[in-house]
């Protein structure tokens, strides 16, 4: 059974950082990509960023230039540096893992950027 532990998420005032954390553990594959998804009120799940297991990433738009995603293979782990956050990225964050056979999500962390 692939669990997911998430961290980071909290209250910051815009133009703030923070750093949310993923760790997956308990997969018998090797995790493909891993990534951020958010979900505001009224809105349907998005793509925040997402990075494959070569390293190569991708991001939405709306948070290219601000946001970092990175990955440690040895922990399983994946890591969102979000700076310049704005009152717009305020959603709950949801980290996913994919291997052959699974699509994981994690319980969700929330993240409040207020004016």
């Known amino acids: 059974q692939v669990q997911l532990v998430e961290s980071g998420g909290g209250l910051v005032q815009a133009g703030g950082s923070l750093r949310l954390s993923c760790s997956a553990s308990?997969?018998?594959?090797?995790?493909?990509?891993m990534g951020w998804y958010r979900q505001a009120p009224g809105k349907q799940r998005e793509l925040v960023a997402n990075?494959?297991?070569?390293?190569?990433?991708n991001y939405a738009d709306s948070v290219k230039g601000r946001f970092t995603i990175s990955r440690d293979h040895a922990k399983n782990t994946v890591y969102l540096q979000m700076n310049s956050l704005k009152p717009e990225d305020t959603a709950v964050y949801y980290c996913?893992?994919?291997?052959?056979?699974?699509?994981?999500w994690g319980q969700g962390t929330q993240v409040t950027v207020s004016s």
């Open positions: 308990g997969s018998r594959f090797s995790i493909n990509d």
């Open positions: 996913n893992i994919r291997t052959i056979v699974n699509n994981v």
């Open positions: 990075i494959m297991r070569g390293g190569s990433t």
